[in-house]
C-alpha cells in the first residue's frame, strides 16, 4: 500500500482569514478631527513666516506707511474699534452663511433635477456655465436696483457666486455611481427613492463636500460684493470706506477679517465632512498607508 505524503500547512491566522475589508480597522470616533488638528500646523507656520515678512518689511520701511501698514499698526485699528469691526463682520457672516445655506439647497435639488432628467440638463446646464462666466459685479448693480439696498441683493450675489460649485459637484458624484450598483438594486427590488437614498446620495458626498469647500470661500467673496456696489455696512463697506479716506491700516483689517471668515467656514465645511464621512477618511489613510 503505497503511502500518501502529506504536507502540514500552517493554520491561517484570524487576520488571513478576515476579509480584507472587514479587518481593515475603523479609526476611533474623533481620529479624523485630531490628524486635521495636528496637519494644521503646516499652513499655520507659513501664516506666521508671512506676518514675519510683513513686520520686517515694514520695520526696515521699504515702503510707505500709507501704502502698506505694519501688522502692529493694524492690530492697533481692530483693538481701538473693535465693537465696529465686530459689528461689520456680523452683517457679513449673516449674509454669507444664509446665501452659502440658499445655495446647498438649491444647487443639491437642482443637480438631482439635471441628473434625473437629461432633458433638464441639456436645457439648464449651459445656462449655467452662461450665468458662471458673467462677472457678478457687474450684474450686481442689477439687484441693488432690483432689490434695493437692503440684504437680499447681497445673499443673492453669495448664491450666485456659491450655486455654480455645488451644481457641478453633486451632478458629478450623483453620476459616479457604478452602473452595477444601480442594476443590482433595481434586481433586489429597491425603488428609485431608496437607490437615491441608499446608494446614490452617500456616493456622492465626497463630490458634494469638495464643491462644498470651494463654495464656501465663494460666498465670502459674493456677500462682500454685494456690499461694495450698495450697503452702508458690512466688510465690503467698512474696506470700501477705508479705500477713499486712504485709510490703509483699517483697509488691510477689513481684509484680513474677511479672509479669516472665509477660513473659518472652509474649516466647518472640512471637520463636518470628517465627521459626515468617516469611512471615507479612513479609507485614504488606510490606503496611503499600505502604498508605503
Known amino acids: ?14 487576520a488571513a482569514r478576515t476579509p480584507a475589508s472587514v479587518a481593515r480597522r475603523r479609526d476611533p470616533a474623533g481620529a479624523g478631527l485630531l490628524r486635521f488638528v495636528q496637519g494644521a500646523w503646516r499652513p499655520a507656520a507659513v501664516l ?24 502692529g499698526a493694524t492690530l492697533d485699528v481692530v483693538l481701538s474699534q473693535t465693537s465696529y469691526f465686530a459689528h461689520h463682520t456680523w452683517i457679513t457672516s449673516y ?3 444664509l446665501g452659502f445655506a440658499i445655495a446647498i439647497v438649491v444647487g443639491v435639488l437642482s443637480a438631482v433635477v439635471m441628473v434625473y432628467s437629461p432633458t433638464v440638463e441639456k436645457s439648464l446646464y449651459p445656462l449655467l456655465l452662461f450665468a458662471q462666466v458673467i462677472p457678478k459685479i457687474a450684474i450686481a448693480p442689477l439687484f441693488i436696483v432690483w432689490l434695493g439696498f437692503g440684504l437680499s441683493p447681497k445673499v443673492v450675489v453669495a448664491v450666485l457666486m456659491a450655486f455654480f460649485p455645488i451644481v ?30 441608499k446608494i446614490r446620495f ?5 463630490h458634494l463636500f469638495a464643491g ?3 463654495a464656501a470661500t465663494m460666498a465670502v467673496t459674493g456677500a462682500v460684493v454685494g456690499e461694495f456696489v450698495g450697503a452702508n455696512e458690512g466688510l ?8 477713499g479716506n486712504l485709510d490703509t491700516p483699517t483697509l488691510f483689517a477689513g481684509l484680513l477679517i474677511m479672509s479669516l471668515l472665509g477660513v473659518v467656514l472652509f474649516v466647518l465645511v472640512e471637520l463636518l465632512e470628517h465627521l459626515v464621512l468617516p469611512w471615507h477618511a479612513s479609507r485614504r489613510t488606510d490606503t496611503a498607508t499600505t502604498s508605503l
Not at 463697506?237 to 477705508?242: E, H, K, M, S
Request: glycine residues 6%; aromatic residues 6%; negative net charge.
Open 202 to 206: 452617500p456616493a456622492a458626498l465626497p
Open 95 to 97: 449674509e454669507t452663511v
Open 168 to 197: 457641478i459637484s453633486t451632478v458629478t458624484g450623483l453620476k459616479s455611481i457604478d452602473p452595477e450598483m444601480l442594476q443590482l438594486s433595481a434586481t433586489m427590488g429597491a425603488g428609485p427613492g431608496q437607490t437615491f437614498i
Open 236 to 243: 465690503g463697506y467698512v474696506i470700501l470706506q477705508a479705500n
Open 212 to 214: 462644498l469647500k470651494v
Open 1 to 14: 500500500m503505497a503511502a500518501q505524503s502529506t504536507i502540514e500547512q500552517p493554520e491561517p491566522t484570524a
Open 48 to 71: 506666521a513666516a508671512i506676518f514675519v515678512v510683513w513686520w520686517a518689511v515694514t520695520a526696515a520701511e521699504l515702503v510707505k506707511p500709507y501704502l502698506v501698514p505694519s501688522p
